[in-house]
């Protein structure tokens, strides 16, 4: 009998990772992977416990499969298994638990079919295998799992391996398993983990180590996407990650540093490990080397404690600095943190906070995007949109450019004719031979030419 199974993946990056890891897994023992539930016989859920609004929505779908399929094995993994352990055996009694380690130790549940709790520290030897008819053109991989710090808001902390330690992937495996995607058309490499700037602390080098031998050793036409990084550990390697970005054209000038508040005070409530200067600081450095870089950030507001000015700090932090992308979040009190018992700002004010932040990061965001407009900009065709009526290049600085018609996973150079704040607009000059034609010596001046 073949076996075939299904997962459904929430959060972020490194879940989506963790599930290829399963994927990888489950197809070496010849399992089939299909996304139709309905010819699945086994059916994995990997959970996310960051926001209550997206565990409101896991526990609702897992009581749905539990009642819709009742004759199918249910696996639930990932951060909400640590976090809400009884309330998720309650809407879906007949599921297999497996703690946030399932993408490791998802074997251990086939041959046991019984929960799996295991704190032990993930063994960091299982990478996911890229599959082209899966993945497409886009290899995300794990390169380090943990958080040197320990934020009062942080539910991650429980739901994976704690805090203040971390624990990294061997360099050498890493660098092998990139070269076998790209050898197989991988286009787009995601480094991802909790916070990879602090990779290879437990091992004695760091991220930017790795970011200079992948491309070294890694021969190919391909772009490199750098995951979150913490202002602090940032801060001790930004110099050198400047450096190797700025000699090699295959790394996106996009830097994603949460900042999660503009006032310090907020920050030490917060037990955030940096100050408002530290983070400003970061964002200058990188705009004096790349200044048409992308940087994203995370706001969170309405923190418990967070007064009228702090909020104020907020907005004009983002306006002073002009930051492409904010990922704004209203606070929402999790489970087992010292945040959910400080007290609360009132959900009223959270929301007038939210509606008015969301204006002014839309306004900074669309100033942002409209100095592009008129030009010309290279990238690779990513991914058709949400809607399905538009194909989405990536552009050198990680911009998303919307185009009616192209080619996924190849290079192309597009005009910019308009913009949004969410993204800008542009018509195709160059396209698929592009990607053949192009020798690996991009020349890239302000982040505009392209030589073939």
Known sequence: ???????ITFGCWLN?????????????IGWDYVEDLGLADTLIVNTCAVREEAERNELKLLQKLSKEYPDKRLIVTGCLTRVRPATIR?????????TSHGAEFIDEVMKGGSDVFTYDDRPMKYLPNYYPELHGHRYVVP????????????????????FGRVKSYDKDDLIRAVSNAVSKGAREIYLTGQEISAYGRDRGYDLADLLEELLRRVDGRYMVRLGMMEPLELSRIIDRLLDII????????FFHIPVQSGSD????LMRRKYSVDLFRDLVMRIRRVFPEATIATDIIVGFPGETDDDFKMSIKLIEELGIDKVNLAR?????????????????AVKKERSKIATEVFNRVALERNKLFVGREMWGIVSEIDFKGENYVVRSYNYKPVAVRKADVGAFVKVRVVDATSQRLFGELLESEELSIRYRVDFRITEGLDMVS
């Open 1 to 7: 009998m073949v076996h075939r199974f299904a997962i």
């Open 16 to 28: 989506k990772a963790d599930s290829d890891i399963m994927i990888t897994k489950l197809r070496s």
């Open 90 to 98: 309650e809407v879906a009694p007949n599921a297999v638990l497996v």
């Open 143 to 162: 390169i380090q799992i943990g958080c040197l710090g320990n934020c009062s808001f942080c539910v991650t902390k429980i739901g994976r391996m704690g």
């Open 246 to 253: 700025k000699s090699d054209w295959r790394v996106y000038r």
């Open 265 to 268: 005070r907020v920050l030490t």
């Open 331 to 347: 606070y929402s009190r999790r489970p087992f943190t010292e945040a959910a018992y400080m007290e609360q700002v009132p959900e």
